[in-house]
């Protein structure tokens, strides 16, 4: 039984009702009290909070069977624009979306290899999140707040970027760099999380209680979903499932530690196989993940042998790591998520399937699917635009107040 | 947010409530609610109810600042008994408990390497449960419930042992054989869950969000607490650490896989490595584990150079597989438990913190402590008790229905 403050009880209901709006409108407040498990009177005054907000509408009433025609409400898309940034290894995608949770703008930046400094990365936001606000033409007061996903560690409280691998960035106040071009406000986190949450609203997950959500990118990690709520851990750092070991004593990681499943099935550890298996496969583009993934993408499509031997190399290790995950969580359904397993598509979801069942146990395997995230735009800046939302009712009643910590007199410790 | 009948949810509530009055006794209905998060009405009638079951008594009354006396209630612990059995590879223990789950009586039976049949260990179970029952002198009438903890992998509800891979047990409906000696109410589980609800209610984890229980006896596996309560996995088969992979291709494991956790540390673990590095040591008792084990913890504690260099080994294994617990779940605390941990004590135990901080990520890391189990007796017969316990509650108002589904017809399988 998780226990927090009335006031903290109280957001997270008013978020889980607004949930069940945008995810099925029109709908009762008798729906969302059999959706939700809450009272019917702790219903109506939330619903009654949120159309205040005008977050919501009335949309007329149904018949119920025998009494009173019952009030509907749905989701007001036009209530207010929220952003979801996804800062990747590799690129910037920033999303423009209304309250329905519907794209209506979209920005892509290159992230360049040279790229390190976080406030050239910080150039490549700010300047998709202004693209993403002209193109949709909206005026910025109907902003409520930009997400911002970073992958590594990070403070959500301070908006530090504790570690992030990649660019080797060491307590990067990130929101406090991003605040000085963009005045809406800004919440952090994750990739792992951002895509866990796109999954559990709109996605794989959703109605269920216990799932991984497996990020195959430059880095890779798990979003995890239990008891139906996302799991951050004590310290927001939990489902770094790239720096668990598989080989002890294995391939070197860019973490520092030898053997980490990243190192085998993240981007450059899938260059590195093709590199070993093939050294002048013309698939190789060196410098260029984005690149080699691609072309070993369209070769599988085309059952070129260097491509499926690498995919089934890949696997070895990918398969016994989703298989560690089958077999601590013992999960209802494993989405794979991000740009190299989209890019790879069903190809590596039916060979990692056979990969995980000769290493998990088979009563965990039993009740395990594994599929591809269904999600067609990017699932990152999704689940980053609902932790502005989040963010933005938290805010209900506080305002004008900052949504973060401003981080005072802390230094910041790039290493290139 | 879980969601469930509103009679699941009344159980879960009522078991609650005695949970914290057992932890606290004497309390007032307020510091119930408080605790609980339940509203003072609620917490007012599953009062009642448990006043009813003679479960809890009212104690008198304390003053509160400026209002009206507050009725205290406290544990009756005369008010039934429960029994936790610890069925393990090498032994089963039973405890016998009062209602506020203090040992009352307590019978060891040890389970030789040749014996694996069911029935085997089920006559150890009767002979010892006949024990408890008799020196505590109770009447039958006053045990509530028999809680069993079975190694590997359970279906709680048909009360089935799926797969028991000491013993190779596939599908032994083992409570339907236990009925045939034990008259009182059954309930089925793992040591893993057992362990960490100890832990929960007694032990480490009290007052605390997320955690992981590592046991370490003959086989490993990790017991999981998550948002404040016990996580099964949606098949009950969550917390399998020890068939996770550490080594790709590794050493042999006993459920057929290479390379698995439990294949290093493990109690046959320990002692292959003890081999490898020492052939003609003294402390090998070959085919005994237990010995070997006790001998390895007295040589250690006189600082033996061959002791030492075999923990030191196995933690270059313990220590990467529970960094990849603390990377992917961000604990508070991890908790060593079982019989294996528990001989090698603290030395093990600082070997095992060094270990992890090799291998985990400094964020997590720095959020999770590591601590030996401080629950004095059997953590595993105190947890299965308290699914005893959670039994006798759900079938309040259901009585003289079984407790569990009967078998029919399913064919059980022993290989031996
Ligand atoms: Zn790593
Ligand atoms: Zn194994």
């Keep these: 039984m998780r226990r927090g403050t009335s006031r903290d009880i109280r957001t997270a209901n ?33 619903v009654g909070e949120l159309l205040d907000l005008r977050m919501i509408t009335e949309v007329g009433f149904e018949d119920s069977a025998g009494g009173r025609p019952r009030g509907l409400v749905a989701v007001n898309a036009s209530g207010g624009a929220l952003i979801g940034v996804d800062i990747a290894e590799t690129y910037v995608h920033v999303e423009l979306f209304d309250l329905a949770l519907n794209v209506l703008a979209r920005a892509d930046e290159d992230v360049r290899p040279g790229e390190s400094l976080p406030e050239q990365v910080v150039g490549h936001v700010a300047a998709a999140v202004g693209s993403v606000v002209a193109q949709a033409g909206i005026e910025g007061a109907r902003v409520l707040g930009v997400g911002v996903s970073v992958p590594g560690q990070v403070d959500r409280a301070t908006g530090v970027s504790e570690y992030a691998p990649n660019w080797n960035w060491h307590d990067v106040p990130l929101l406090d760099l991003l605040t000085e071009h963009i005045a809406y406000p800004l919440y952090l986190d994750n990739p792992l999380r951002a895509s866990a949450v796109a999954e ?31 799991h951050r ?42 590199r070993e298996l093939c050294p002048d496969s013309t698939l190789l583009h060196p410098e260029d993940q984005t690149a080699t993934i691609d ?16 995919v089934r190399e890949t696997v070895k290790y990918l398969g016994a790591g989703i298989a560690d995950l089958v077999n601590l969580f ?9 740009w190299v397993a989209s890019a790879l598509g069903e190809p590596l979801v039916a060979e990692v399937r056979e990969g995980v069942a000769r290493h998990a146990l088979p009563r ?12 067609p735009t990017d699932p990152v800046c999704l689940g980053a635009a609902t932790f502005a939302l989040e963010g933005a009712l938290q805010s209900v009643g506080q305002r004008p107040a900052p949504q973060r910590a401003r981080q005072h007199g802390k230094n910041r410790t790039v290493t290139p």
Tied chains: 1, 2.
């Design 14 to 46: 008013r978020y889980e009702v607004l949930r069940q709006i945008i995810a099925q409108s029109p709908t009762s407040r008798q729906e969302l009290a059999a959706a939700t498990g809450l009272s019917l009177a702790t219903v109506a005054t939330l």
């Design 200 to 230: 559990l609203w709109f996605g794989a997950v959703r109605g269920r209680g216990d799932a991984v959500v497996v990020n195959l990118g430059t880095g890779v990690g798990a979003g995890l979903v239990l008891g139906g709520a996302l």
């Design 233 to 274: 851990g004590v310290s927001n750092s939990a489902g770094e499932w790239g720096h668990t070991t598989i080989v002890l004593d294995g391939r070197l990681c860019r973490c520092g530690k030898n053997g980490c499943v990243e190192a085998y099935v993240g981007a450059s550890g899938i260059m590195l196989t093709l």
């Design 295 to 310: 072309a070993l993408a369209q070769a599988l499509r085309e059952n070129d042998p260097v491509a499926l031997k690498v």
């Design 330 to 338: 013992n999960p209802e359904v494993v989405v794979l998520s991000s």
């Design 364 to 375: 965990p395997m039993a009740a395990t699917e594994i599929v591809l995230s269904p999600i």
